[in-house]
């Protein structure tokens, strides 16, 4: 499989998880918050380079490629997400810039959930929906341990890893990711334009 093709399955994954998602969400009602975009502003946010490998390709077919990773040149591991854009009234709302492309992390975070020590499941989300739609979050808990189906994340992991074992074994900061992912891509078109 070639690197785009491993994009084009990429793609088919998050397709299946928008789904799963979509399901889950009418179940659980457990959505974030309108404008929320207080996880795209954690610089600890780690991603593989296989997730962002789509909106890499994106990046490049557009001619956005050099000016993207002029910008990634000058972020530091300690910024935020490149593709979110913050809204001028509040420091904790925006928007992602590249939503339609956005890397399984993303897709996954207050959506899904994993196993504890214990083997239950325990829905992967932040503080705020914890506390301020308590309610909610605990018949969901409650729901997704009984017969609520949730997507559980290390699935998806696993799928990622079926396309492509290399580039979803190892997380990097997520501008990291999002440069690395680039950087295969604009080799990858450097190579297949010049076989032509």
Same mark, same amino acid.
């Not at 972020?75 to 997400?81: A, G, I, R």
């Not at 996954?108 to 196993?115: D, E, N, P, T």
């Not at 609520?148 to 699935?155: F, K, L, Q, Y």
């Given at each position: 499989m070639n690197l #785009? @093709?491993?994009?084009?399955?990429?793609?088919?994954?998050?397709d299946e998880l928008d789904s799963d998602v979509s399901l889950y969400l009418g179940k659980s009602g457990l959505t974030c918050y309108a404008g929320c975009g207080k996880c795209c502003m954690n610089p600890q946010v780690a991603a593989t380079v296989l997730e962002f490998i789509p909106l890499a390709f994106d990046i490049y077919q557009k001619g956005n490629a050099e000016k993207a990773m002029d910008m990634l040149e000058q972020?530091?591991? #300690? @910024?935020?997400?490149m593709q979110f854009l913050k809204t001028a009234q509040d420091k904790e709302s925006g928007v992602c810039n590249t939503y339609i492309y956005r890397g399984l992390i993303?897709?996954?975070?207050?959506?899904?959930?994993?196993?504890?020590?214990?083997?239950n499941k325990e829905m992967i989300t932040c503080k705020k929906l914890k506390e301020g739609k308590q309610a909610i979050y605990q018949a969901t808990t409650a729901?997704?341990?009984?017969?609520?189906?949730?997507?559980?994340?290390?699935?998806?992991?696993?799928?990622?890893?079926?396309?492509d074992i290399n580039l979803s074994a190892e997380t990097f900061p997520i501008n990291q990711a999002i440069k690395k992912a680039l950087e295969k891509v604009m080799m990858y078109k450097y190579y297949y334009e010049n076989q032509e």
């Open positions: #785009q @093709e491993k994009s084009l399955a990429v793609r088919k994954v998050f972020t530091s591991e #300690q @910024e935020y997400c993303c897709r996954l975070f207050g959506v899904s959930a994993r196993r504890n020590k214990y083997g729901g997704i341990n009984m017969d609520m189906e949730v997507p559980m994340a290390n699935d998806f992991y696993a799928k990622l890893s079926a396309i």
